[in-house]
Structures are given as structure tokens and as C-alpha cells.
């Protein structure tokens, strides 16, 4: 144990004394430097020492809307990574028509949880009621909110920037030559879809059809219904609103004979874990999972200790990850 300890301290820039404080649940050790050897430790492969299992500053509500869709799988493993930086055990919940969001929070709230964090929760559906969420802030339940926005509510939330990022798909695309590009995207009730959807509009040339925009669900077989009918009307590129949605594009493309991205090209969203590995691999649009979760956790700590975080959303930058699924556009019709 002493050589790991040594390991980790040399790694976090701390003494091995430090690093024994953390291990073991003490006191005395700043969050900051805390977030710092537990990330180190688990960077190493190291299984935590006995007494940090003891190490639980409370339970903290996690919930999902699914777990089908690997970007939520993510966003989960980054989340517990940084909740157990703090010391605070996750209890996660997946949402579904059988167990719904609400359900769950009350379960949560029977447990004792210090807080909640919503990730692409009924927050994100402009068509339900949002009273909730309301209610739980007026009960003084910290909670922070993940990829979608409730206007008024007091409360922190975090996004990627669903617009800025629809566009850098287009440019991409637009500077392959493509001109009658289509958009796939998930239902029209979402916040994140009507976000996409303003950006991909946004990135349009003047004087091009801005109505090629189909609304399916987030699914591969919602993205090559879509894209079948995009196909109908002469496109020579999809943007999708997730990566489940680019791999149902490419299905419907080579369901009629054509290739990606020879005669269609094909832009995901997400950046999910697999995409580089489909074939072809993924052009898509990466959200930095990593540090929309570390910052969501950290402004539900601050908020659990008392210390508010500005009521605003803060957007993250996405990343244009370019791969197999895009080319130059074909010289006549796809």
C-alpha cells in the first residue's frame, strides 16, 4: 500500500500523508485536493482501501431517461466519478413508461438524498408540466439540471450548445460540397431537438429549402425512417440529432444500394462510446461528457453546502469529431 501511495501522491502533486487522509475518509484535505487523488487513484486502476469505502458525505438522486443509449451510460460513469470525488454515493434511477420521473423522486426523497440531478429529463419536454420541479426547489431540495431548460426555475443547469454545434455540422458538410442536406432529428417537443433543428436552419445557405428537416424518435429505426424519407427528396447528406439516429441513416442508405459516404454522407451527435468502431466510423458531434458532469456535480455540492450557483444555463462547447461517415458530395443526385 505504501508504494501506491506513493504512486498516487506523486501523480496529484500531494504528499503521501495527503493522500492517506483521502484514502481513509480524514479530514483536513481541501475538496479541490480531494477530487484530485480519488480521480488519480482510479486513473492508476487502483481499487479504493477499505476505509474509503467508508467515505459518504450522503446519497445524491442520479436520474436517466434510459440506459439503451450508450451517451446515457456515459454521462452516468462520469457523474458517479465525480459524486465520488465528493464522497457522496449515487442512486441511480432510468426512467421509463413502467416507472416514471416523478415516481422515482419520491423514492429519492423517502431515501434522504442531499440532491438530484436530472439528465435529459422530463426538463428537457416543453410539453409536460413542469410543477415539479418547482416544488422541489420551494422544499429546498438541491437539484441540477442536464441538457434542457425550464425558463424561471431557481435552479443550475447545464447544456451542451445544441445550436453552435448543428452548425459546425453544416459547415463541415457544406465544405464537402454539400448543398440539399437533411436533417433526422428526435421528437419536436424536445428542447435539445428544437435547438438542433434552429441551428441546422441557422447554417443554411440563403435561397436553400429549409423544410428538410424530419421529426422521428432518438432510436436507429427512428433515424432510418427519417433518412428514408429525407432520401425521397434528393438528399446528399443527413444530420442527425444523436448517433443511435446516424447508424438508422446509414442503415436506410445501404437498404437502397448506396454507400457512405460515396453517395451519402452522414453526420451522428454525441460522440457516443462504440462510434468510432461502426462501420464506417461516425462523423458526429462530440459533447464533452467529462466536464458537464463535473461541473454539474460540482454546482449541486455547492448548492447542497449552501453556496447558490448563478441561475443561468452554462453551455458547453461540442467537438467536431470527423470520421468514415462523410465525404464529398457525389457529382449528381444520391
Request: net charge negative; proline share 6%; aromatic share 4%.
Amino acid at each position: 500500500m505504501r508504494t501506491r501511495l506513493e504512486d498516487i501522491a506523486a501523480r496529484a502533486g500531494v504528499s503521501v500523508a495527503t493522500v492517506s487522509r483521502v484514502v481513509n475518509g480524514k479530514t483536513g484535505v481541501s475538496d479541490g485536493t480531494r477530487r484530485t487523488v480519488m480521480a488519480e487513484l482510479e486513473a492508476l486502476g487502483y481499487e479504493r482501501p477499505v476505509g474509503a469505502a467508508r467515505l459518504r458525505s450522503g446519497l445524491v438522486g442520479l436520474i436517466v431517461p434510459e440506459l439503451d443509449n450508450p451517451i446515457f451510460p456515459a454521462f452516468v460513469q462520469a457523474t458517479e466519478s465525480a459524486l465520488a470525488a465528493y464522497g457522496y454515493t449515487p442512486l441511480l434511477c432510468t426512467a421509463s413508461p413502467v416507472v416514471q420521473e416523478d415516481e422515482y423522486v419520491d423514492v429519492l426523497l423517502d431515501r434522504g438524498v442531499a440532491g438530484i440531478v436530472f439528465i435529459s429529463g422530463r426538463h428537457a419536454n416543453i410539453a409536460v408540466d413542469h410543477g415539479r420541479y418547482h416544488e422541489l426547489r420551494a422544499a429546498g431540495v438541491p437539484v441540477v439540471l442536464v441538457n434542457g431548460y425550464v425558463e424561471g426555475l431557481d435552479a443550475p443547469f447545464v447544456s451542451a450548445d445544441d445550436v453552435e454545434a448543428m452548425r459546425t455540422a453544416m459547415q463541415h458538410l457544406h465544405s464537402l460540397g454539400h448543398r440539399r442536406i437533411g436533417c433526422a432529428m428526435g421528437p419536436e417537443r424536445y428542447v435539445t431537438s428544437q435547438r438542433k433543428v434552429r441551428g441546422f436552419r441557422e447554417a443554411l445557405p440563403a435561397g436553400t429549402d429549409d423544410g428538410l428537416v424530419v421529426h422521428s424518435v432518438y432510436s436507429v429505426q427512428g433515424g432510418q425512417a427519417a433518412t428514408e424519407t429525407l432520401l425521397d427528396l434528393g438528399v446528399t447528406a443527413v444530420v442527425c440529432g444523436s448517433d443511435l439516429m446516424a447508424l438508422g441513416a446509414i442503415r436506410a442508405a445501404r437498404a437502397r444500394g448506396l454507400e457512405v459516404p460515396r453517395d451519402v454522407s452522414v453526420t451522428g451527435f454525441d460522440d457516443s462510446p462504440l462510434m468510432a468502431f461502426t462501420h464506417p466510423p461516425v462523423t458526429t458531434m462530440r459533447q464533452d461528457v467529462a466536464a458537464m458532469s463535473r461541473h454539474a456535480v460540482d454546482a449541486l455540492v455547492d448548492e447542497i453546502r449552501g453556496t447558490p450557483q448563478p441561475r443561468r444555463e452554462l453551455l458547453f462547447h461540442t467537438e467536431l469529431v470527423v470520421r468514415g461517415s462523410t465525404g464529398p458530395a457525389p457529382a449528381g443526385p444520391a
